[in-house]
């Protein structure tokens, strides 16, 4: 929109003229709708509205709409400055229209980090059960007891006992949780603006365990009664350091949006080979 | 041509006249205002209805209404917020918005335009007259008591006696027509009329999105008028549709009555997210993040939107294959609506953001749209559905996508238009008083309902027994209206006061980018003095940065 | 309009594609009368066989060639779109004439369907005694029937309107687009009762087996 050209007419810009027949037609259809409910008369007078304001309709449209010369406005549009230069660009010297963030970590990178932070997470909460309930399986077996059935029958000394099922269980549930926060960990990281340790190690954790603990006391409370909260905390901001230290010490890798398009697609071209 | 021109005015217009210039209007902007304002008045009666049964639930065994008064309260909220508020803001704000944005003097159709409203309004009106001639005229009148989905076979002569179901049926075909032929005028009004330039792939997402709204319109209207048809020859000839004992069946109206039903939430809800679209990136400085991924998720959620309906039929007992497939179209909605809140975000990552009220309500939208989008995938999965179903999770859910989100990005326009449309602007310190105690009142109000309907509370009832264990989720529920309350008076006195006290606002107050900006506050009545012409999705911004156009790039 | 030295040109906008308002407008339209229709006839199909008391369509409908039943009156139906595809072509070609001619063969071929549905229906109610209220095949019949037969009726009277202009000199081919969409809305009513006739007729229509 950078050049607009004078209206073509020279007797100005016209406008349907205003009609009350639209209004009445709906009136009177309203009015058939209400005799259904009231009386036939009342549908007898909505007909004939509804045939006087068609008419009042029709005559407006036809054969040509009739308009009315629009009335000159008061005012006119304040003129746009143009203000050349005053874009700021978003990092450095790239376009504003970049997408952000511009670099990110290798999946495989987050995927490392969550599959290493589950590691040491594992060690500190059989640690915590060594402790506190001279068990290592203890940990183990409550972790496995969000998928099994049955937990809220267990005794103490069943939950401290090694049940090969539990470890199993445990061990996928515990892949399988690390490595996929690990993911997002990797893709979220870097788009966190201040302190991207003190968010993967303390907030996100703090988080989910207040999410934790809120179901787990609705969805299942019996295995709530078995968890140490504080423990618990301590062992998912354990996992966070590791995984966010893993992460961010990691080297990034630019987004492809500056690339060629034949290149972003994987074409091999003799873009990248030199030769023509 | 002076002839043409209206005499100079010279002292004020009187009211008659003023008020004929209203009635026979076909002026996008005067029919837009026309069913905005009305929609406002509407929405303080379904508002006061609501506060009326939380009255009566604050308590276990509270006796503020007869059970009887408790049904019509019910169905009129639900019925006059769906039809009477979200449908005519949404159609109002299409009204006034999509000529001015795609660069057009009216819409295709004025006069047909002008026949839509008024259907609207006399059809509102014909459902209030129930209150007084539901019985017929000469008895004790009585407003429609049978849910704002009106199931059958409850709702044929048998069970519910007079005429309270006809009205409702004939107020909403009355007013269901009027959308239907709107819808139709949008469409062409988007397809043929745009200024030069502007392709498709260069309009405003809100008219992109206003488009798809009204195809679903189109295809999701006519089935309820259709339906309430069949009902009303139940009603009116003893036609046997929906009588069982002569072989109608209930589910037919179920099925008829949702085809319409779950469309008609995102039509309800697409122009929500419209209006968002248009507010973050103003408000980030940034141009809005995957343009074409934004017009592709909308015409997928058009088109997901029609499969969905079973879902709110899971616990009817239809066929346990049936019940999957439609659970898993329903997640499937997910995805176009996940890409929308990641393109939201991923706007305002980065942006330079600037929390005046627009935007503060723009981001209460995301955060407490997500939450009801979150509890409605809850609600897509069979078992959990058969938990929860009909109780006050349900109510919880979708008030948190309705108002949580519409009403929310519903705000979040009235304060970025507003200055448009009056010239003045609204008084920001108002607002922000506004928008928190909304938020702390809405989200007292409808998170506990996620409380108590766990609790196993169903909905609908008008009252509970005091050893049930809901009266401190409902007390809670009850006095997060109140705050409410209060941040609707701050808007109602923020409205009355911006409009005859506010600051000039100019042409372009947000330093915006689409060409609504480019005339006058308010618009005249023929919109542009030159058509404009574009080269890019944000006109404005090419004018004012011609060093570093937008077209370089698209 | 001043811009600043650094200026670029930008690409030349080009004049959107002149679709006209009214041939939008007007499919528009008809995918919603579609809407409509499809409901009234997914109505029909789910209520096929569940009678619980006759008479059945069976008894009653009668699907023979002979004068004023309905295989007659579709023909004349059908054979309409015809006419007044004609009648637009003639218009296009500017001979007034002919267009009154075959408008006029438009509306009277209109007008036999209707009588015919008429008789039909006075047969139907007064011999076989089978209304709204007698039972699911009742309901269903005169309700997506009856619609069409509505629809007709409305196609009628513009059809009448445009033809009592054109005899008083009013339409000149100068309209002939508002008056072709006038023939388009006439071929969708034509085109739904082939759907109409079929569901109706022969398939809801099948001997019980």
């Not at chain 1, 203890?138 to 000394?157: F, I, K, P, Q």
């Not at chain 2, 928190?436 to 309902?449: D, H, P, R, S």
Request: proline letters at 6%.
């Amino acid at each position: 929109m950078n050049s607009i050209p004078p209206n073509e007419k020279t007797h100005g810009i016209e406008l349907p003229q205003p009609t009350a027949g639209p209004m009445i037609c709906a009136f009177g259809f309203t009015l058939m709708a209400a005799g259904i409910v009231t009386n036939w008369i009342v549908a007898v007078v909505g007909l004939t509205a509804l045939l006087a304001g068609a008419v009042d309709w029709f005559r407006n449209a036809n054969p040509d709409s009739l308009e009315m010369v629009a009335p000159p406005a008061r005012e006119k549009p304040t003129p746009i400055v143009p203000r050349p230069g005053s874009v700021d660009h978003l990092l450095g010297d790239s376009s504003h229209r970049a997408r952000i963030p511009m670099e990110i970590h290798r999946y495989r990178d987050g995927m490392i980090g969550g599959a290493i932070g589950g590691v040491v997470m594992a060690i500190f909460a059989s640690l915590w059960g060594l402790i506190a309930h001279g068990s290592l399986w203890y940990a183990v077996n409550l972790l496995a007891g969000t998928l099994r059935s049955g937990v809220a029958d267990l005794s103490m000394e069943e939950l401290a006992a090694f049940s090969t099922e539990g470890l199993i269980v445990g061990i996928i549930i515990q892949a399988v949780m690390a490595i996929t926060v690990g993911l997002l960990y990797g893709v979220v990281l870097p788009l966190v603006p201040r302190a991207p340790l003190v968010f993967a190690a303390i907030i996100v954790p703090l988080m989910w365990s207040g999410l934790t603990w809120a179901a787990v006391s609705v969805v299942n409370p019996a295995l709530g009664d078995h968890v140490e909260w504080i423990w618990f905390i301590a062992s998912q901001v354990v996992y966070g350091v590791t995984t966010g230290w893993w992460i961010i010490r990691s080297e990034k890798i630019g987004t492809m949006q500056n690339w060629h398009y034949v290149d972003r697609i994987g074409l091999e071209t003799q873009r990248t080979g030199g030769n023509s | 041509m002076s002839a043409l021109q209206p005499p100079a005015a010279a002292g004020p217009v009187p009211f008659l006249s003023r008020l004929h210039e209203w009635v026979a209007t076909v002026d996008h902007k005067k029919l837009g205002t026309m069913y905005i304002v009305c929609g406002i008045i509407y929405l303080i009666v379904a508002g006061l209805e609501a506060t009326m049964m939380r009255w009566q639930l604050a308590w276990s065994g509270m006796e503020v209404l007869t059970p009887a008064e408790f049904n019509r309260l019910f169905t009129m909220h639900g019925t006059t917020m769906v039809f009477f508020v979200g449908m005519p803001i949404l159609l109002g704000s299409a009204n006034y918005l999509v000529p001015l944005m795609i660069g057009a003097r009216d819409l295709a159709f004025p006069r047909l335009n002008a026949f839509s409203f008024w259907l609207f309004f006399f059809g509102s009106l014909l459902l209030y007259f129930s209150y007084f001639g539901g019985q017929g005229l000469y008895g004790m009148g009585s407003a429609p008591d049978v849910g704002w989905f009106a199931y059958a076979p409850l709702t044929e002569r048998t069970f519910s006696r007079g005429h309270s179901t006809d009205y409702w049926i004939l107020g909403i075909f009355v007013a269901g027509i009027g959308s239907t032929a709107t819808a139709v005028n949008f469409i062409a009004t988007i397809l043929g009329m745009r200024c030069r330039g502007m392709s498709l792939m260069k309009m405003p997402l809100l008219a992109w999105i206003m488009l798809v709204d009204c195809v679903l319109i189109l295809v999701a209207l006519p089935p309820l008028a259709a339906a309430q048809i069949l009902l009303l020859f139940d009603r009116q000839l003893g036609a046997h549709f929906f009588d069982t004992q002569a072989g109608g069946s209930a589910l037919l109206w179920q099925n008829l009555f949702w085809f319409f039903g779950h469309p008609e939430v995102y039509i309800l809800i697409l122009p929500g997210f419209a209006f968002v679209t248009e507010i973050i990136p103003v408000f980030s400085r940034k141009v809005i993040f995957g343009y074409p991924l934004m017009v592709a998720a909308t015409v997928a959620i058009g088109f997901i939107s029609v499969g969905v309906w079973v879902h709110h039929m899971f616990v009817v007992g239809l066929s346990p294959m049936l019940n999957a497939i439609f659970m898993g179209s329903t997640m499937l909605v997910g995805v176009p609506t996940g890409i929308k809140m990641f393109n939201w975000v991923a706007t305002m990552i980065g942006g330079r953001i600037r929390f005046d009220t627009p935007m503060l309500y723009a981001t209460g939208f995301l955060c407490q749209f997500l939450l009801g989008g979150l509890t409605g995938i809850f609600l897509a999965t069979v078992p959990f559905d058969w938990q929860v179903s009909d109780s006050y999770f349900v109510v919880g859910h979708f008030h948190y996508v309705l108002f949580g989100g519409l009403v929310f990005a519903i705000f979040a326009a009235v304060y970025y238009w507003f200055p448009k449309v009056s010239g003045r602007m609204m008084n920001e310190t108002l607002g922000k008083w506004q928008f928190w105690l909304l938020v702390i009142g809405f989200n007292i109000t409808f998170g506990a309902m996620h409380v108590s309907g766990f609790l196993g509370m169903p909905r609908r009832v008008y009252t509970y027994h005091a050893d049930r264990g809901w009266d401190f989720w409902n007390l809670l529920t009850s006095l997060g209206v109140i705050v409410q309350i209060l941040g609707f008076s701050l808007f109602a006195l923020n409205l009355v006061h911006s409009l005859f006290r506010g600051r000039k606002a100019g042409d372009d107050p947000w330093d915006a980018w689409t060409l609504e900006w480019s005339t006058t506050s308010p618009p005249p009545p023929h919109n542009f003095d030159e058509d404009p012409i574009v080269h890019s999705r944000r006109p404005l911004w090419d004018l004012k940065h011609p060093d570093d156009p937008d077209w370089k790039y698209e | 309009m001043t811009t600043a030295p650094a200026a670029l040109a930008p690409p030349e906008a080009l004049p959107q594609d002149g679709i006209v308002n009214g041939k939008i407008g007007i499919a528009c339209m008809i995918i919603s009368e579609i809407a409509f229709f499809g409901t009234l006839i997914a109505a029909y199909l789910f209520y096929i066989g569940r009678d619980i008391n006759g008479p059945y369509p069976q008894d009653v409908l009668d699907v023979s060639i002979a004068p004023l039943k309905v295989l007659f009156n579709s023909i004349f139906l059908l054979i309409s779109s015809v006419w007044i595809w004609l009648a637009i072509r003639s218009m296009r070609r500017g001979r007034m004439g002919a267009f009154v001619f075959w408008w006029a063969l438009t509306v009277l071929c209109g007008a036999e369907f209707l009588v015919g549905t008429g008789f039909e229906w006075y047969g139907m109610i007064v011999d076989d005694g089978v209304w709204m209220g007698t039972n699911l095949f009742g309901s269903c019949f005169y309700t997506l029937v009856g619609f069409h037969a509505f629809h007709v009726t409305m196609g009628l009277l513009v059809l009448t309107l445009v033809l009592v202009l054109a005899l008083l000199g009013h339409v000149t081919p100068r309209n002939v687009e508002k008056v072709d969409l006038v023939s388009w809305y006439w071929h969708f009513v034509d085109g739904i009762w082939i759907i109409v006739f079929f569901v109706v007729y022969i398939f809801g229509n099948m001997p019980v087996s």
